[in-house]
């Protein structure tokens, strides 16, 4: 069965700490992979997304890595802002078909606290 | 460029009513799609199209409708609300890349 699993669920830094989010996938046959970010009460926004061949892509201060293998993904936020916090969603494309299925997982909620 | 838009931001309906939640979007996306999303879930495909005329079911289709005239626009039709429809709805589009840019969402409560 195709799932996304992320960890923490939930996540609370002080400003300007550094964190690292998980995902996990068992998706089959795997085109791409994508975090988001979703503010409160705001649609998710595309951050990176990274193919079978690359393992890492960085904008700004988000780096997110993959490691195809082991079908694992991070992504890193260094010198957090208040303006980080929000749910952070790992979503993996499974190719075929007329369309590619997207497959989210249910989120990190990141606090960043003054 | 206003992106995708949805309307309306809110709603609250009795159970067996019936509503339209809008979507639009100015790109000129071929692809687009309507999600929920429920408390602690990740996103669930509830309809998608590929193109104007045609439409295609999800994963959780059940209760909803949608239809395709243009390729401007996507609406997502619920008949006969029921409390499990309460949810946030989110409609996307995509052109022929991998990204898929959503709309700010519908927030509906059925009572």
């Known amino acids: 069965k195709n799932q996304v699993e992320q960890s923490p669920q939930s996540l609370i830094i002080l400003e300007g700490k550094n964190c690292t989010l998980q995902c996990n996938y068992t998706v089959s046959p795997f085109s791409n992979l994508r975090w988001y970010k979703q503010d409160t009460g705001r649609g998710p926004v595309s951050l990176t997304i990274m193919t079978f061949s690359e393992n890492t892509k960085s904008n700004g201060r988000y780096t997110a890595t993959l490691d195809a293998d082991t079908k694992q993904s991070s992504l890193h936020i260094t010198a957090s802002q208040l303006s980080d916090s929000a749910s952070y969603i790992c979503v993996v494309t499974s190719r075929g078909g007329a369309t590619n299925k997207l497959i989210f997982g249910t989120g990190t909620l990141l606090a960043v606290q003054p | 460029n206003a992106g995708v838009t949805q309307t309306p931001k809110f709603r609250i309906l009795k159970i067996g009513q019936s509503m339209t939640l809008q979507c639009a979007q100015d790109m000129n996306h071929n692809y687009m799609y309507w999600y929920r999303q429920d408390p602690g879930m990740g996103l669930k495909l509830i309809y998608y199209?590929?193109?104007?005329?045609?439409?295609d079911k999800g994963e959780v289709p059940n209760g909803y409708n949608v239809s395709r005239s243009t390729t401007e626009d996507f609406p997502l039709r619920l008949e006969l609300a029921a409390p499990s429809q309460t949810s946030v709805y989110f409609c996307?589009?995509?052109?022929?890349?991998?990204?898929?840019?959503f709309g700010p969402g519908t927030r509906l409560t059925v009572l």
């Open positions: 199209s590929v193109g104007a005329g045609i439409t």
């Open positions: 996307a589009s995509r052109s022929q890349g991998y990204e898929q840019f």
